[in-house]
């Protein structure tokens, strides 16, 4: 059975920076395409981040790549979101996925994500 436990949400002010991880147990970390989105209540799902298998190749929501940074240690099953210069509109649930990749390459498609993890809280204040 494979968990997705999301971590390093909180509070933070405006301009403020955190980092996020996901780490994933119950299956082969290196096999999956790794995914940030990010969710507001009452709004759609937002795609922010992916990251391919490898990590060689990473993909970001335009509005995001000037200041969110993903990575990944296979070695330690893990993802990361780097957010810095964060804006109240930040405010969401950020979720991570895994998406089963024959081949490594980014996945931006929500539905195309196995696994979802039950997110964090992160929260920005003016």
């Known amino acids: 059975q494979v968990q997705l436990v999301e971590s390093g949400g909180g509070l933070v002010q405006a301009g403020g920076s955190l980092r996020l991880s996901c780490a994933m147990s119950?299956?082969?970390?290196?096999?999956?395409?790794m995914g940030w989105f990010r969710q507001v209540p009452g709004l759609e799902r937002e795609f922010v981040a992916t990251i391919s298998r490898t990590g060689d190749s990473t993909y970001y929501a335009d509005s995001k790549k000037d200041r969110f940074t993903i990575s990944r240690d296979n070695d330690k099953n893990t993802v990361y979101l780097q957010m810095n210069s964060l804006k109240p509109e930040d405010t969401a649930v950020y979720l991570c996925?895994?998406?089963?990749?024959?081949?490594?390459?980014?996945?931006?498609?929500?539905?195309?994500?196995?696994?979802w993890g039950q997110g964090t809280q992160v929260t920005v204040s003016s």
């Open positions: 996925a895994a998406a089963m990749q024959w081949i490594s390459r980014v996945v931006v498609a929500a539905r195309e994500y196995q696994y």
């Open positions: 119950g299956r082969t970390f290196s096999s999956y395409a």
